[in-house]
């Protein structure tokens, strides 16, 4: 009887620490993940890029083809745009090619513009809602800066002039090394980075 009592209580000892350990397991691998998120800290955005004029683009009045975007940095850099990239424009060879057709992902000092009226077939300005483009730096392929820019239409009294767009930078974030090593950020974690600033 004793002994079947020590072993009782030797069991229940035994779970005790089973799962005492389960939940040490679990806790650490909750702080693993929240350590696995990006690093971002606010930084101006011409680190990135610059939008040169930005006092109201209209179709009838303005002189250039679009709001126009400067890409920042050396000759490594690379960008990828993603959001609403089929309004997005580069001139080659003296013409306006989509993004969509050029490529979305750009280089540094490349000049790009905005522009949701092109197209096949072009839309109407009325029909021109806010639009969403994302911007992520790349160095060695690895994203080192995110940029969300909107782009929104604002309709004047005198409706037979058409409405203007304005552009507006929402976020410029950089991700730093760590310890020296680039960070490890997904897509779907970029993604859902900037969608907190979309909401």
């Not at 350590?35 to 890029?49: I, R, T």
């Not at 513009?113 to 096949?120: I, R, S």
């Not at 930078?169 to 950020?185: E, N, R």
Request: net charge negative.
């Amino acid at each position: 009887m004793k002994v079947n009592l020590i072993t009782g209580v030797f069991r229940r000892l035994l779970l005790g620490i089973s799962i005492s350990l389960m939940l040490m397991s679990a806790g650490c691998s909750r702080g693993e993940a929240e350590e696995q998120k990006p690093a971002a800290v606010s930084v101006q955005a011409d680190e990135m890029l610059a939008i040169p004029w930005n006092e109201g683009w209209s179709v009838a009045v303005s002189v250039t083809p679009g709001i126009p975007i400067e890409l920042h940095g050396s000759g490594e850099i690379k960008y990828d745009l993603s959001g609403d990239t089929q309004q997005m424009w580069i001139e080659q060879a003296g013409e306006l090619v989509s993004l969509d057709k050029a490529g979305t992902t750009r280089k540094a000092e490349e000049r790009l513009y905005w522009n949701p009226v092109l197209g096949n077939p072009p839309k109407q300005l009325d029909d021109i809602e806010t639009s969403w483009i994302r911007l992520v730096r790349k160095q060695e392929g690895h994203p080192t800066g995110l940029v969300l820019v909107k782009f929104s239409p604002s309709k004047p009294e005198d409706t037979k002039s058409g409405p203007t767009f304005k552009a507006e930078i929402v976020a410029s974030l950089a991700f730093p090394q760590k310890d020296g090593t680039y960070q490890s950020i997904s897509d779907k974690e970029l993604q859902e980075l900037a969608e907190t600033y979309q909401k």
